[in-house]
């Protein structure tokens, strides 16, 4: 149901507050319900990835839907304390690594950089030496569903 401003007006103090934790109870209902959802599917996920790499499988359908593997990489700085400090100073001494930085770095950016890093023989990207022991970086890998 949409609520109607115009409708609402008319209605007490009381009325209103009631609808509002209505609302409230519902949606608190809903957020419980969608973190178990995405719990379970967690743990589908985990099973159906093993699965497919023991079959092989790259991809599949399923009930009008591809299932298909989908990696991504994320940097990560490897030391906290001094080796942020020496990891922004490095970052911040290269024209190409400089716009990365402000006062901190953005991890998002930054990951988006180290997934355009040539890769090694695992696959995994090549970090420059000036960062090692600084930055490195690590993959996740998920399944993802399109319809059709």
Do not use: C
Request: cysteine-free; hydrophobic content about 35%.
């Amino acid at each position: 149901m949409t609520e109607n401003r115009q409708k609402l007006d008319g209605q007490s103090v009381g009325k209103l507050a009631s609808r509002l934790v209505d609302y409230d109870v519902k949606r608190k209902a809903m957020e419980s319900e969608l973190e178990q959802i995405k719990k379970d599917r967690a743990v589908v996920e985990e099973a159906l990835k093993d699965k497919m790499a023991e079959e092989g499988l790259e991809q599949l359908r399923a009930r009008n839907h591809t299932i298909y593997f989908h990696r991504n990489i994320y940097a990560k700085m490897l030391d906290e304390s001094p080796g942020r400090r020496d990891l922004l100073r490095k970052l911040k001494a290269h024209a190409e690594t400089r716009p990365l930085v402000k006062e901190s770095v953005n991890s998002n950016t930054l990951s988006a950089w180290v997934r355009e890093l040539p890769l090694d023989e695992d696959n995994m990207p090549i970090i420059p030496r000036r960062l090692n022991g600084l930055l490195g970086a690590s993959d996740k890998i998920s399944l993802r569903t399109r319809k059709g």
